[in-house]
C-alpha cells in the first residue's frame, strides 16, 4: 500500500489480482464455485487437492499436485532444517 501507485511492480500485481480475483458465495450446502478463469489457468479440471497452509487454503489439480509431491521426496535434510525451525 505505500508503494506509489505509479510502481510497475505494484501495477503489475495488481492487475492480476483484479483480473483473477472474484467474489463468490457459498452455496447452502457450505461449497463455493471456483469461477471459471481461475479453474482453466490453474488446470483445475477434475478432482482437486485442497491444502490448508496455515492462513489460507490452496486449491490444485489433484494429478499434478500427486506429480509434484511423488517427484520431490521429503528427506532427511528436510526433516532437519524443520527441525532446527522447531517444527
Not at 6 to 17: A, D, E, G, M, S
Not at 21 to 46: H, T
Amino acid at each position: 500500500m505505500r508503494l506509489p501507485n505509479f510502481n510497475p511492480t505494484k501495477k503489475k500485481f495488481l492487475n492480476r489480482v483484479n483480473y483473477y480475483g472474484q467474489q463468490v458465495e457459498m452455496d447452502a450446502a457450505g461449497r463455493l464455485l471456483v469461477p471459471s478463469l481461475l479453474r482453466e489457468s490453474a488446470g483445475i479440471k477434475g478432482e482437486v487437492a485442497v491444502l490448508g497452509n496455515l492462513t489460507y487454503l490452496e486449491v490444485r489439480n489433484l494429478a499434478a499436485f500427486k506429480n509434484e509431491i511423488e517427484g520431490q521426496p521429503f528427506t532427511e535434510e528436510d526433516e532437519k532444517t524443520l527441525n532446527e525451525l522447531g517444527i
